[in-house]
């Protein structure tokens, strides 16, 4: 079996972790990675042992990739995607897929036109707790997500409800099998010019209700996801991937016990089981556990918070202007 001819485009801190996932993978070629600065390109190159290229046409003229991860900032997503796709070369985009829904609908029909494979970078989905818990979740009630740490600058292209806020996004609407209802969001900017702390509250058609707290600039760093079913309460911690399950049991002489489970399940590195699913996709023409419908109903859902989050600031700069 011949191996999949894969590349990297942009080898920032997340492209450089594709880039070392892939020479890791079993009949997989790093043919070649591509940054348009030419020494972080060489850099990496030179320290994975894999050809570099600071030039997207001769990387292509030379690479041959059959598929390549795109791990640029969010504004070059889609001209990045396009033009892998125009060359007939299967795509795995970070997240979030794009900047508009209308260039995530546009990149679904071109990719399905040719027949090709077009992933959307959501890497909680394959982080093993997640994965375990969409196979016992059945009637959740009330779901509630914090994902909040400390700041950093090498994030400045997108506010926290892109950066952050997207992950949860896409969980929640793995998990919830209905259509949404409502959206309410507030946020503020702290340390950058957009959104630096979000919450959000999403309600299902079914009942579910849903919230989710995001912050790049907490003092503590957590990652957690909270689900109440109706005799079950689940808890995932995504960095340390444990899951705890707590329910209430009748004692006749005790009355009320918590028992607490914790499932045992295998655990591995969430990047390299997204690329691998990747890859086999590629090689055996299968559909992605996370495709572009996905991505663009998270992008849908981030836009729609976007708008509310902005809407106050708005409101006041108009008031402003009249006074």
């Known amino acids: 079996m011949e191996p999949v001819r894969v590349g990297v485009i942009g080898v920032g801190h997340l492209g450089f972790h594709h880039a070392r996932v892939y020479t890791e993978l079993l009949n997989t070629d790093v043919v070649g990675i591509m940054d348009t600065n030419p020494e972080r390109a060489a850099a990496v190159g030179e320290l994975l042992r894999v050809p570099f290229y600071s030039d997207i046409e001769q990387f292509y003229r030379q690479a041959r990739p059959d598929a390549v991860s795109v791990v640029v900032p969010t504004v070059q997503h889609f001209e990045s995607a396009k033009r892998a796709l125009s060359a007939g070369i299967h795509v795995l985009i970070e997240k979030p897929v794009t900047s508009t829904v209308e260039e995530a609908v546009e990149l679904l029909q071109q990719a399905a036109a040719q027949n090709l494979v077009l992933q959307v970078g959501h890497i909680e989905r394959f982080n093993s707790a997640v994965q375990h818990v969409r196979n016992i979740i ?26 952050l806020m997207i992950h949860d996004i896409d969980i929640i609407l793995s998990l919830v099998h209905s259509e949404i209802s409502a959206i309410s969001a507030m946020g503020r900017s702290v340390r950058s010019s957009l959104e630096d702390i979000a919450t959000a509250q999403i309600a299902f058609e079914n009942g579910t209700l849903a919230q989710i707290l995001v912050s790049r600039v907490s003092e503590r760093r957590l990652r957690q996801l909270e689900i109440m079913e109706p005799e079950r309460f689940v808890t995932v911690n995504y960095e340390t991937q444990d899951v705890s399950i707590h329910r209430c049991v009748q004692e006749k002489e005790c009355g009320l016990v918590e028992v607490i489970e914790h499932p045992v399940f295998p655990k591995r590195e969430p990047l390299k089981l997204e690329l691998q699913h990747f890859v086999t996709c590629v090689r055996e023409g299968k559909q992605p556990l996370v495709g572009i419908m996905d991505g663009k109903r998270a992008l849908e859902v981030a836009i729609s918070i976007l708008k509310q989050i902005q809407a106050p600031a708005q409101m006041v700069e108009s008031t402003a202007g009249t006074a």
């Open 138 to 163: 059945k009637e959740p009630l009330f779901l509630q997500s914090r994902r909040i740490g400390p700041f950093s600058s090498r994030i400045s292209d997108v506010g926290v409800v892109l950066d």
